[in-house]
């Protein structure tokens, strides 16, 4: 089922420009939670601008971010990022 999402999640992210926003964005996100135990002031930057990109990212592909159609796609995202970096599969 998770496959399904991905494919999903990789047709709604085809423009070379919103890839590369969201494999910065993305990791901005997650890291955001541990930058705010640290200075939470460099934790919200990290978390509003990692979302920043994102659509910045979606507004470039002219489609509405995955999410919109269902919350899971807030975890799905992460795995998309996850497989690119290591090379499995989240080629587009």
Do not use: C
């Not at 999402?5 to 993305?26: C, M, R, V, W």
């Not at 990692?50 to 795995?79: R, S």
């Amino acid at each position: 089922m998770m496959e399904k999402f991905i494919q999903d999640y990789k047709e709604s992210h085809q423009h070379p420009l919103n890839q590369l926003t969201h494999a910065i964005g993305i990791p901005m996100i997650i890291l955001s939670g541990g930058v705010m135990f640290w200075n939470w002031k460099w934790g919200l930057a990290f978390f509003i601008f990692g979302w920043v990109l994102q659509f910045i990212g979606h507004l470039i592909e002219g489609k509405a971010p995955a999410f919109f159609k269902t919350p899971l796609y807030m975890l799905v995202g992460p795995i998309w990022w996850v497989k690119k970096v290591l090379g499995r599969g989240a080629k587009n």
